[in-house]
Structure formats: structure tokens, C-alpha cells
T-cell receptor, first 109, second 113 residues
Framework: KNEVEQSPQNLTAQEGEFITINCSYS?????LHWLQQHPGGGIVSLFMLSSGKKKHGRLIATINIQEKHSSLHITASHPRDSAVYICAVGRTSGSRLTFGEGTQLTVNP | NAGVTQTPKFRILKIGQSMTLQCTQDMNHNYMYWYRQDPGMGLKLIYY???????DKGEVPNGYNVSRSTTEDFPLRLELAAPSQTSVYFC????????????FGPGTRLTVT
């Protein structure tokens, strides 16, 4: 079993829909990261959080440390949100990240 | 700031050839990382460095070598390329460790035939 599991693997939505991507992990962490990989391949960091909730524009990330679970929400989804969304965790003991396999999101107009 | 830059963007190697993937960052970050991404798979850590002169193995180091002589540069060396090393390679950096945002380079797409 992977230490970081994402669901769903693939998600197709219509423009305007509310999107939720889930991430569960099985190790102690210092921080959880959400990343976005564009269709062209570039990777950017969206959020880094160790507790609670963060919001940036239409994106919201939450984390529940007790349940070892995080969610990434996209409100009013748009075709330009189509990308792979990657969850990664930093362990309490380490200096490196462990990555989930990503969720491919496609938003149709 | 250019951020993290990688060269080349694309490369085709023959089996047994060697090459160096270059990575440079201009953010004065201590930590640098090399990852590979195979189709449909998550990022796997090859090597990382916590500062100049210090490197350590990640999950998949076999067939690769690194050096970190300066804060800015973290080249990845492939010796005796094999088809299993066909992948997309990403370099990343962060100010400190895993509780800090990582900044990624644009990637190098490598094919070994």
C-alpha cells in the first residue's frame, strides 16, 4: 500500500461544477503539499499546510491531522483547471517529500 | 529571478551512452532534489542535497550520480544509459526541508533507445 493515496485517479467535470480531490496518508507528517502539473508538464506548488484550511482564489485545501486526510476543492471549475493534481507529504523526520500518483482532472466547457 | 532552470529540455540517448542533466537555481535555496516521473506514475526521488557538498540517495538512485559543489548547481549524471531510464526528470529546490514550498524546473524528457 502506498504511503500517500489519492482519489479519484481520474475526474471529469462540467464547467462550473464543484470539484473535490482527496488525499490520505499513513505516516506522520510535518506538512502536506498540493501541486498542479499543467498539460505541458510544468509543476507548480498550490498549497502547503500542516493544519486547518487555506484558500487561494477558487481553490481551497483542508487537512485533518487526526484522520490523516486532506482535500483539495475547486469551486466554479473552469476548463483551464484541467491538469494533474498531486498530493505530497513531508515526513516529520525527513527533508524530502513522498508523492501520490496524482489525479487527472478534465473540465469540459 | 529565473527560479529553477534545467537543460536540456529533450534528449535522445543510445543505450550505454552517458550524459549530464543540468539544474541551476537562483533563489539561494539550500535544498535541491532530482525526481523522475514515469508515465502514469508519481514522482520518485532520485537524489537530494541539503547544501553544498552534501548529497544523499532517494528512492531510486541506481544508475545515477550527483554532485553539489555550489549552492546554485545540482547536476545529475547518467552513466551507461538504459531503456529503463527513459522518463521525465524534474529538478526542484526549497529553502529548507519538506515543510517548505518546493519550486520545480520545467523538466527534461529523456528517451533511451
Amino acid at each position: 500500500k502506498n504511503e500517500v493515496e489519492q482519489s479519484p485517479q481520474n475526474l471529469t467535470a462540467q464547467e462550473g461544477e464543484f470539484i473535490t480531490i482527496n488525499c490520505s496518508y499513513s505516516v506522520g507528517i510535518s506538512a502536506l503539499h498540493w501541486l498542479q502539473q499543467h498539460p505541458g508538464g510544468g509543476i507548480v506548488s498550490l498549497f502547503m499546510l500542516s493544519s486547518g484550511k487555506k484558500k487561494h482564489g477558487r481553490l481551497i485545501a483542508t487537512i485533518n491531522i487526526q484522520e490523516k486526510h486532506s482535500s483539495l476543492h475547486i469551486t466554479a471549475s473552469h476548463p483551464r483547471d484541467s491538469a494533474v493534481y498531486i498530493c505530497a507529504v513531508g515526513r516529520t523526520s525527513g527533508s524530502r517529500l513522498t508523492f501520490g500518483e496524482g489525479t487527472q482532472l478534465t473540465v469540459n466547457p | 529571478n529565473a527560479g529553477v532552470t534545467q537543460t536540456p529540455k529533450f534528449r535522445i540517448l543510445k543505450i550505454g551512452q552517458s550524459m549530464t542533466l543540468q539544474c541551476t537555481q537562483d533563489m539561494n535555496h539550500n535544498y535541491m532534489y532530482w525526481y523522475r516521473q514515469d508515465p502514469g506514475m508519481g514522482l520518485k526521488l532520485i537524489y537530494y542535497s541539503v547544501g553544498a557538498g552534501i548529497t544523499d540517495k532517494g528512492e531510486v538512485p541506481n544508475g545515477y550520480n550527483v554532485s553539489r559543489s555550489t549552492t546554485e548547481d545540482f547536476p545529475l549524471r547518467l552513466e551507461l544509459a538504459a531503456p529503463s531510464q527513459t522518463s521525465v526528470y524534474f529538478c526542484a529546490s526549497s529553502r529548507q526541508g519538506d515543510a517548505y514550498e518546493q519550486y520545480f524546473g520545467p523538466g527534461t524528457r529523456l528517451t533511451v533507445t
